[in-house]
């Protein structure tokens, strides 16, 4: 039985509006789902990175919501 594990990239437009990626993980393999869009793509390398481009790209959302202000 192949374990499935999930994480989120998840970024803040110019408007407030946040959009996220789901990563779910089975084996060496991850599968990138959009919530806001449905774009989906497999990726085995740079992920999250993957995930980040296409909210910039696709949605200009590139504000970090868990970056935090010191």
């Given amino acids: 039985m192949v374990s499935m594990t999930t994480s989120k990239v998840s970024r ?5 509006r946040e959009h996220v990626v789901r990563v779910r993980r089975s ?3 991850r599968l990138l789902s959009c919530d806001t869009c449905g774009w989906r793509k497999s990726a085995q390398f740079l992920p999250w990175l993957k995930a980040e481009e296409h909210l910039a790209q696709e949605h200009q959302a590139t504000i970090d919501p868990t970056a935090g202000s010191s």
């Fill in 12 to 16: 803040w437009d110019g408007h407030g």
């Fill in 27 to 29: 084996g060496v393999q």
